[in-house]
């Protein structure tokens, strides 16, 4: 993938780029508001991240200018500023996600990649299939190797999103901003004890296991495993 | 520096403007004073001598001008205090009788001078006021009287206006200086506390200014503020302290294992070794983050603007994130939500309280604890209740536990900074809720209750 960082501070960016290539992507920096606007508007870039208290045009303002310009690449606010007011505002700006400082390497990189599938919508899907699990979404039915299975509401979305991010990792706060909409990191294990029910009646009982837990960064469904 | 500091003071210049007004007052009073009685002096000397002028024009109409003639020199020669003057000349301008001078021959009212005729025409000149009239037969007849009384009185009471004007001024002055001298001398008094708190003395007070009740109330009302500034600070000397201290701890550990990796006397694997410290790092910014979100909602204050904040909608979803792993922790949730409450509030900041009570209920209370989370209307209030069946809280701990970093010593093992309650009392405090920590019978009962639920 190719991206493009928006970051003034060299350490924290020598930092991300390090993190970025080691997954195979290629990056383009910038460490001022209007260099990324030059680079966002000329350069073709799957997943823009961007920092939001850069010199020059600030984040929002890159944002802005970009989306006024029609360019709709999506994009990911890395910031420090993690107050709820914050985020709205990125979000308003016409930001896709936010990512609030300091951040872990594997959440960054999840996100990233969601981000990016995003992209070519495939949304008007009405089945959502992985090797022998598939969802009707408008009967809201759960079918594996032909077997039905009843879900909870809960365990229905949950399921729902990570047919969504077939094959790549999504974490737990992207579950919990997605699925029950919370903007905050409980102490407790909360979406283990989701998932473990989940996968009590997804792969329990099934010849392979289609959940499989990351260890230190989340959760990917996978057909291929 | 004392006489400058005193012709500036509030006081000085307020009694220097009093004493303007009392001099203008004093002027003002004295003129029409001057002005009525002087009026008054001269109307009764102008009657004196119309009725004089009258008496001979009568001895003239009876009796002629030979009488009249008479009559003048009889009354020329009487002595009386009030003593007029006459002249009589006839139709071509000779002097019949009477002594004033020829320039006096002029019918109406007029004033001049003559030289006092009972000092034989030498001295000073007496100021005089005539009246003269044509009799029938062309004679003028010109009496006159002595107004020297009358100036005199003028010129008397001119001088007692501008001698009472200055003295009044004075007083008032003198009454400034002394005011002003004893108010800067009060003050001072003021200054200096006010000085010696500045300085870091924050248990000085301000001493009483005297000099009438509403300025006592101004320094009672000031030292209440200052009562208010010390708890304050206090507050805030104390949670840097605890900050300080309770982040020392995380910090050292974290160093102790870095140390040990470094002197590779960990025999955990070093993935391992790494994951502890990652994890004891994320437990140091949890920290932070708490600290900052009740720092930032206290400075908010009471002007953060609060939106309408879905309560029964949000409970619902926490209950079900939740159900859960307070299940796998063998704990029991009992869910009871009242439909469609809502109050002004932040909905995230309200999230984060409800998950603090919760997240406290599982951590703090054995397997086998029954959670309940309500949510109900009473009155025009709302109560959203957290309560369980646990080991509960001592009464006298209740309100110790929601300052920051307090932790009750059985809780100390069990993992957390003490940031929890004391993040919920600020939310409840931007919401005007209450916060009550109360005796379930057993275990502990969170109530927040929110104030005129709209509808």
Request: charged content about 25%; proline content about 4%; glycine content about 8%.
């Amino acid at each position: 993938m190719k991206l493009l960082l928006l970051e003034d501070d060299v350490e924290t960016r020598t930092h991300i780029v390090r993190l970025l290539q080691a997954e195979g992507h290629v990056v383009d920096t910038a460490g001022t508001g209007p260099d990324a606007i030059f680079l966002g508007t000329t350069g073709s870039y799957s997943v823009l991240i961007l920092d939001r208290m850069v010199p020059g045009v600030d984040g929002l303002g890159v944002v802005r200018s970009l989306r006024a310009a029609g360019i709709q690449t999506p994009a990911l606010f890395l910031t420090a500023l993690g107050e709820v007011d914050d985020r709205v505002a990125g979000l308003q700006a016409g930001a896709d996600d936010y990512l609030v400082k300091p951040f872990a390497a594997s959440e960054l990189l999840a996100r990233i990649e969601a981000l990016a599938r995003r992209a070519p919508v495939a949304d008007v899907a009405t089945v959502l299939r992985a090797a022998d699990l598939e969802v009707d979404l408008l009967r809201r039915q759960v079918t594996r190797a032909g077997k039905r299975i009843d879900l909870q509401q809960q365990e229905y979305k949950l399921l729902e999103y990570l047919l969504r991010h077939e094959g790549k990792i999504v974490t737990r706060s992207m579950l919990l901003e997605n699925v029950w909409s919370f903007h905050f990191d409980p102490g407790s294990n909360l979406i283990e004890s989701h998932m473990s029910r989940l996968r009590a009646k997804v792969d329990k009982g099934f010849d392979r296991e289609l959940i499989q837990t990351i260890r230190g960064a989340g959760y990917r469904l996978d057909a291929d495993a | 520096m004392q006489t400058p500091r005193l012709l500036v003071s509030g006081a000085f210049r307020f009694a220097i403007a009093l004493a303007l007004v009392f001099a203008l007052g004093a002027v003002a009073l004295l003129a029409i004073v001057e002005h009525s009685v002087s009026a008054y002096a001269v109307e009764a000397a102008g009657d004196g001598i119309l009725a004089e002028h009258d008496v001979l024009v009568g001895e003239f109409e009876t009796s002629g001008r030979a009488a009249l003639i008479a009559a003048i020199n009889r009354h020329t020669r009487a002595v009386r205090e009030d003593q007029f003057h006459y002249l009589l000349f006839d139709a071509a301008g000779a002097r019949l009788a009477g002594a004033l001078p020829a320039a006096a021959a002029r019918t109406g009212w007029h004033e001049f001078e003559v030289f006092d005729p009972d000092r034989g025409g030498s001295g000073r000149p007496v100021p005089v006021r005539a009246f003269g009239s044509r009799l029938a037969d062309g004679t003028l007849l010109v009496v006159a009287n002595d107004i020297s009384d009358l100036q005199d009185l003028r010129t008397g009471l001119r001088t007692s206006t501008v001698a009472f004007g200055v003295l009044i001024s004075l007083l008032a002055l003198a009454g400034g200086l002394v005011v002003g001298t004893l108010f800067l001398r009060r003050l001072d008094h003021v200054n200096n506390a006010i000085a010696r708190i500045n300085d870091g003395r924050l248990n000085e007070r301000l001493p009483r200014i005297g000099m009438g009740p509403e300025f006592d109330e101004l320094s009672v009302n000031l030292n209440r503020m200052l009562d208010r500034i010390e708890v304050l600070m206090n507050g805030l000397r104390q949670v840097s302290t605890d900050i300080a201290h309770d982040l020392r701890t995380p910090l050292t550990r974290l160093r102790q294992r870095l140390e040990r990796m470094q002197l590779g006397t960990d025999p955990a694997p070093v993935p391992e070794q790494i994951d502890g410290a990652m994890a004891q790092i994320d437990e140091i910014l949890g920290i932070f983050g708490a600290l900052l979100r009740i720092g930032a909602m206290e400075a908010r204050g009471a002007q953060a603007s609060l939106g309408t904040a879905d309560l029964s909608e949000m409970l619902g979803r926490l209950g079900q994130l939740y159900a859960p792993a307070i299940e796998d922790a063998e704990h029991v949730l009992d869910v009871s939500i009242a439909p469609e409450i809502t109050v002004r509030g932040d909905i995230e900041l309200l999230t984060q309280a409800v998950t603090n009570l919760i997240e406290n209920a599982m951590n703090h209370t054995p397997a086998g604890s029954r959670i309940q989370l309500e949510l109900e209307r009473d009155g025009d209030q709302v109560r959203l209740m957290v309560a369980d069946n646990g080991p509960g809280i001592a009464a006298e701990e209740r309100s110790r536990v929601l300052g920051r970093f307090y932790r009750i010593d059985s809780s100390r093992s069990t993992p957390g900074a003490g940031l929890g309650l004391a993040l919920v009392d600020s939310i409840a405090r931007l919401h005007g809720a209450t916060l009550t920590l109360a005796d379930n019978t057993p275990g502990l009962r969170v109530e927040l209750l929110f104030p005129h639920a709209p509808r």
